[in-house]
C-alpha cells in the first residue's frame, strides 16, 4: 500500500459518506470516553498517575540506550536469544530464517502492530508458510484481508453481519446471527491453530529492562496460547517498548489498560522471562526476541524524541474527532489517529505522508486524554513546520502567510485594506458563491461571514467606540 | 485583543466588549498597531511569518496593564506558544511577560476583575460552544456558565458533547474540508437539539463555523458572542 494524498482524500470521502459507519464510530468513541472516564475515576488522581507514566516513558527513552543494553543482558540471561534489527527488512528476514530453520508450517500470531509495520504476515505467506492470527479483531480483518483499523481494536469497524459473513465463509456454511455462536465458531477454529502450529509470534506491550522479562496484555487469552503452546515463541518490539524495572511498570500498566479499554486490568496480564525451564509445567523450548529500530533510534535526540514516549493505548484515536470522521484506512498506516499522523511520517518519511500532520484540527482532545502525556499537539506542530519548510517558496499558503506577516507589521497598511474589502463586499458578495476558488472549502458547506462596512478601528478611530488612551 | 477576524468581520463584538469591560470600571485601550497573533501562519507550520506577526503584537501591548482577548484561542496562542516561539531570542521575556497578562474575556471577568454580579438582562434561551483552545490550552471551564447564570432571565442550556471540536481549526476547513464540514454537521446538530435560541461563546473563529453552517441549514438561531449577550443586557 503506498500512501497519497489523492489517496486519504479517496478513503475520507468513504468514510464520511458512510453514515451508519459515522455513527458506529462516534458512538463508539461515547461508550470508550464513558469507560474510560469511569476507570480513571475509580483510580482517583488521574493526573498524578499521567505525569508518573510520563516520567517513567521520558526517562526510559532519555536512556534507552543503557536500558536496551540490560535487557537484553537479561533476557539472554534467562536463556532467550536476541536479535536487534535496524531496519524493517531485517527483522523480516530474521523471523523468516527462525521459522524456516524449524519447518514451520504454521504460524499463530497474538496481536502485534509491529508485525503489521514491518509487514510481516506477507513475507511469511509467501514462504508458504500458514500465518493465523489468534486476537479476534485480528483475526477479522486478517479474513477481510485489511490493515487494522485502531492500534488496539483493529476491528473496530466490522459491524454483526461482515463478520457472520466473514466467518460463514470460513466454515463453508451460513452461522447464526448471533455474538455467542459467532465467538464460539472462532474459539473452535483458534483453537485447533493454537496446537497444530510450530511457532507463535507476538508483540510485546512493555519489556521490562530490570529482568528481560516480556510484558504481554490480553483479552481473550490467545496470547498466552500462542506463546506457550508452539514450541518456539518470537516476540516482536519496538526498541522504545521498555520500563526500567517492576516498579516503574506499574503505573504504565495500570493506564494502559484503563486509558485503551477502560479495565482495571486486561484479562490476562503475561510476563515471560526466558523460554520454559526445566521446572516449568509448559512454555515454549526457545524464545526470541526481535527488537526492531525501524527509524526509532533516529528520533532520539530531536524535537521528535518524546514521540517514543507512546504506550500504544489507543485513547487518542477514542477521543480524536477526525478519527472518528475518517477511520483508521484513511491513514494509510498500521498507525492510526493521532499518534499514527505523529509516527507515520516520522518513521516512513513525509513523502506521501506529508498532509497527515495536517489532519487534525489541534482540538488537544488526545492531548488531554493520553496517559503518558505525549505532546502529540506539539509534535504535529513541529511536522507542519517540516512540511512547511519543504514547501516551495511559492506556494499559495507560503505567499498567504508571508504577504499577511508584512500586513501585521503595517497597521495602517491592514486598515486600508480593511476599509477596501468593507466597500467592495456588497458587490463582491453578490457575485456567484464559488467567486473565489480558495473559498470554495468553505463555501461548500457554510456561508461566508460578511466583511464589516467599517473595521472595528475605523470605529475606534472615529470614536464610535468612545475613543480614549492612544488610537490610530 | 480585538483580533484580525474581530476587526475585519465582527467589530460589533469588540465593541461590546469594549462597552462591557467599561461599564466594569476598566479603562480600556487598543493600541491600534495590533494586526494579527499569528496563529494561522503558526499553526500551519509557518514560524518565521507567525514571528512577525507576534512581534508586532508584542510591542503593541508592551505598555498594556492587562491584556483581553475576544477569542481565546488567540489568546492560547500568546500564552501557550509565544514562550517556546521567542525562546532563545531578545524577546524571550517579553513574551514570557505578555503571556502571563494575557486573559480571554470570561476569564478577565471571572478571574482578574472577580464578577460575582452582573446588572444584565438577558430573556433568552441560550446554550454554550466551550472551543477546544479556550477549554484545553487556558482551562477556562465554568467562567462562562457562572458569568451567564448570573444574566437574569436567560435560560442556559447545555450543549451534549460540548468538549466536541466544531471542526474549524483554522486553515484545517480549508485545507480539510470534507472532515470540517462533517464535523461542524455534528455540531450543529447538537447545538440545535439544545432548543435554545441563541449559540454563544468566547471564540468568534468557532462561532463563524458553527454559524456558517447554520445559516446554510436554514436554522434561525441567532450566534452572538458572551460579550454581546452582556453588552445588550447590560441595564444601568
Given amino acids: 500500500m503506498t500512501a497519497t494524498p489523492a489517496g486519504f482524500d479517496a478513503l475520507v470521502a468513504l468514510t464520511t459518506g458512510d453514515e451508519d459507519l459515522q455513527r458506529w464510530l462516534h458512538d463508539y468513541q461515547l461508550d470508550a470516553k464513558r469507560w474510560r472516564d469511569a476507570a480513571m475515576a475509580e483510580l482517583g488522581a488521574p493526573e498524578a498517575w499521567r505525569d508518573a507514566v510520563a516520567a517513567v516513558r521520558r526517562h526510559t ?14 533476557v539472554q540471561e534467562a536463556g532467550g536469544e536476541v536479535f536487534l534489527a535496524a531496519t524493517a527488512t531485517e527483522a523480516r528476514e530474521h523471523i523468516a530464517a527462525i521459522v524456516r530453520a524449524r519447518g514451520a508450517r504454521r504460524v499463530v500470531k497474538a496481536k502485534s502492530m509491529v508485525t503489521a509495520e514491518i509487514g510481516l504476515n506477507p513475507a511469511l505467506e509467501e514462504m508458504g508458510v500458514e500465518v493465523v492470527e489468534t486476537d479476534l479483531g485480528e483475526y477479522i480483518v486478517q479474513l477481510s484481508g485489511e490493515p487494522p483499523y485502531h492500534i488496539t481494536g483493529p476491528a473496530l469497524h466490522k459491524r454483526l453481519p461482515e463478520i457472520r459473513a466473514l466467518f460463514s465463509e470460513v466454515a463453508g456454511e451460513e452461522l447464526p446471527d448471533d455474538v455467542e455462536a459467532l465467538a464460539a465458531f472462532a474459539r473452535r477454529v483458534l483453537r485447533d491453530r493454537f496446537l497444530t502450529a510450530d511457532v507463535g509470534i507476538s508483540g510485546v506491550n512493555l519489556g521490562v529492562a530490570a529482568t528481560g522479562t516480556v510484558v504481554l496484555v490480553t483479552n481473550e487469552g490467545n496470547g498466552r496460547m500462542s506463546t506457550t503452546l508452539p514450541r518456539t515463541h518470537i516476540a516482536v518490539m519496538g526498541i522504545e517498548r521498555l520500563v526500567p524495572d517492576w516498579p516503574s511498570l506499574a503505573p ?20 515471560i522471562t526466558g523460554p520454559r525451564r526445566a521446572s516449568d509445567v509448559d512454555g515454549p523450548d526457545e524464545l526470541h526476541v526481535v527488537i526492531v529500530d525501524n527509524g526509532r533510534s533516529a528520533l532520539l535526540g530531536t524535537k521528535y524524541q518524546n514521540a517514543l514516549t507512546c ?7 477514542d477521543t480524536c474527532p477526525v478519527y472518528r470522521t475518517i477511520g483508521g484506512h484513511a491513514y494509510q498506516s498500521v498507525y492510526s489517529g493521532p499518534i ?44 507542519r513546520s517540516d512540511v512547511a519548510a519543504r514547501e516551495s517558496a511559492a506556494s499559495s499558503w ?46 461548500g458547506s457554510r456561508e461566508l461571514p460578511a466583511v464589516a462596512p467599517r473595521s472595528f478601528r475605523r470605529i475606534w478611530a472615529g470614536g464610535r467606540g468612545g475613543r480614549r488612551g492612544r488610537g490610530c | 485583543m480585538i483580533t484580525c477576524l474581530g476587526d475585519a468581520l465582527f467589530p460589533r463584538v469588540g465593541l461590546a466588549a469594549v462597552n462591557v469591560l467599561r461599564a466594569l470600571g476598566v479603562a480600556v485601550d487598543f493600541p491600534a498597531t495590533q494586526v494579527c497573533c499569528g496563529q494561522a501562519a503558526f499553526n500551519s507550520g509557518y514560524r518565521a511569518e507567525a514571528r512577525r506577526s507576534a512581534e508586532a503584537y508584542l510591542r503593541a501591548f508592551a505598555a498594556s496593564e492587562h491584556v483581553v482577548s475576544i477569542s481565546g484561542s488567540c489568546a492560547a496562542m500568546v500564552c501557550h506558544h509565544y514562550p517556546g516561539l521567542f525562546a532563545g531570542s531578545a524577546l524571550e521575556a517579553d513574551a514570557g511577560a505578555l503571556a502571563e497578562r494575557t486573559y480571554e474575556f470570561s476569564q478577565f471577568l471571572t478571574d482578574v476583575l472577580n464578577v460575582d454580579r452582573l446588572p444584565a438582562r438577558y430573556d ?63 455540531k450543529v446538530d447538537a447545538v440545535l437539539e439544545t432548543g435554545a435560541e441563541v449559540l454563544t461563546g468566547l471564540d468568534m473563529s468557532c462561532l463563524m463555523n458553527i454559524g456558517g453552517r447554520l445559516r446554510r441549514r436554514g436554522a434561525r438561531m441567532r450566534v452572538k458572542h458572551l460579550a454581546e449577550i452582556l453588552a445588550e443586557g447590560w441595564q444601568g
Fill in chain 1, 61 to 74: 527513552v532519555a536512556h534507552l540506550d543503557e536500558y536496551l543494553v540490560q535487557f537484553v543482558d537479561k
Fill in chain 1, 252 to 271: 504504565v500498566l495500570t493506564m494502559l489498560t484503563r486509558a485503551g479499554t477502560g479495565e482495571r486490568a486486561t484479562t490476562y496480564v503475561s510476563a
Fill in chain 1, 311 to 317: 504506550i500504544r493505548c489507543g485513547c487518542c484515536a
Fill in chain 1, 340 to 383: 499514527g499522523a505523529v509516527i507515520t511520517p516520522l518513521l516512513d518519511g513525509l513523502d506521501g505522508h506529508a498532509h497527515l500532520p495536517f489532519a487534525s484540527t489541534l482540538c488537544g482532545a488526545c492531548d488531554a486524554a493520553c496517559p503518558a502525556r505525549v505532546p502529540l499537539t506539539e509534535l504535529l506542530l513541529e511536522l
Fill in chain 1, 398 to 443: 507560503g505567499l498567504g502567510f508571508r504577504g499577511f506577516a508584512a500586513l501585521s507589521e503595517r497597521p495602517r497598511l491592514w486598515g486600508g485594506a480593511l476599509a477596501a474589502a468593507g466597500a467592495a463586499w456588497p458587490a463582491v458578495a453578490r457575485l456567484p458563491l464559488q467567486w473565489l476558488r480558495l473559498l470554495a472549502p468553505w463555501t
Fill in chain 2, 124 to 186: 433568552a434561551r441560550v446554550t454554550l460552544h466551550h472551543s477546544c483552545h479556550t477549554l484545553r490550552m487556558l482551562g477556562v471551564k465554568d467562567q462562562p456558565e457562572r458569568l451567564l447564570s448570573m444574566v437574569e432571565g436567560l435560560e442556559y442550556v447545555p450543549l451534549a458533547r460540548a468538549d466536541e471540536c466544531c471542526g474549524f481549526g483554522g486553515t484545517f476547513a480549508l485545507k480539510m474540508a470534507p472532515i470540517s464540514a462533517s464535523l461542524v454537521d455534528d
